[in-house]
């Protein structure tokens, strides 16, 4: 069954991913790239190439979906599989992301739509002012058919940040909903990971032990400061390529502060926007 990692774009799934990578699918807890590979981003062009399914047309792929996710539960019928997802749970074309029959749980993971605005525009290349609108609107990402990064060729459908963080709430009313704020994995990154890894557990009805010694090399090697000193020294395959220029992405992390670097403007339009959801959450 499916345990999606779901998170409007730029929000903390890298950093989720590379926790769970490194406790999960490694011996020691050291975190590695290669790691990140035991966690695939879905819908991935790859997922539906394999069902023969024609990918140039986003609609044969998103009436598929579940197909998809059938097909990879079948192979793993005694597993776990983690999947990284910005989707939308709206049906699109009256095709539905996913399903309770395919889905373990989900580990929704929000951030302070403000400082969303500075990483998002730093990822894409764009102003501040077009990041914030984005986050406004209901976006759907990819397309790009050159992309060095597979699951950028095929479509996401995104949506907004609030139609976002709502619709995935679904899952609220059968107990598979975990939500983690960026801002409390900074603050309290192991405490924030014991919640995740418990989730985990409580949904696969399993017992788990803390391997403490592995838990402190997942923590102290997955620090932003490490990915950050890892990226500079090995290629991370998951950084854009803009005008055959690779664009940094751990560049910001904790120091990302929309205070020092949202225009008045932008950061009030955000909050009248996003008014109802930012409260719920304390960020207002």
Do not use: C
Not at 73 to 90: E, G, V
Not at 211 to 225: A, C, G, P, R
């Amino acid at each position: 069954m499916i345990i999606w990692l779901s998170s409007y774009p730029k929000s903390g799934n890298t950093m989720v991913r590379s926790l769970l990578s490194a406790y999960l699918f490694t011996d020691d807890g050291n975190f590695n790239f290669q790691a990140l590979k035991n966690i695939s981003l879905f819908p991935d062009i790859t997922f539906f190439e394999k069902l023969g399914v024609d990918v140039s047309k986003d609609d044969e792929v998103l009436k598929n979906y579940i197909r998809a996710q059938e097909e990879i539960n079948r192979k793993n019928k005694k597993a776990i599989t983690f999947l990284k997802t910005h989707s939308t749970l709206h049906e699109i074309n009256n095709h539905k992301f996913t399903n309770y029959q395919n889905t373990s749980g989900v580990i929704y993971i929000v951030r302070d739509p403000r400082n969303v605005v500075l990483s998002y525009a730093n990822h894409n290349q764009i102003t501040l002012e077009q990041a914030a609108n984005s986050l406004k609107s209901f976006r759907v990402l990819g397309g790009v058919k050159n992309s060095n990064i597979a699951a950028d060729r095929g479509f996401t459908h995104v949506g907004s940040w609030s139609s976002h963080y709502n619709v995935w709430k679904e899952f609220k009313k059968t107990n598979r909903y975990l939500l983690i704020k960026y801002e409390d994995l900074i603050a309290d990154t192991k405490g924030t990971f014991l919640k995740i890894l418990n989730f985990i557990y409580i949904l696969g009805n399993a017992k788990h032990v803390v391997n403490q010694d592995k838990l402190n090399n997942v923590i102290k090697t997955t620090s932003f400061e490490a990915l950050q000193k890892l990226e500079k020294t090995t290629f991370f395959d998951e950084a854009k390529k803009i005008d055959n220029k690779y664009v940094t992405f751990f560049k910001y992390g904790p120091k990302n502060n929309w205070k020092q670097t949202l225009h008045p403007k932008i950061s009030q339009n955000l909050e009248l926007e996003f008014k109802t959801e930012m409260k719920e959450l304390g960020y207002l």
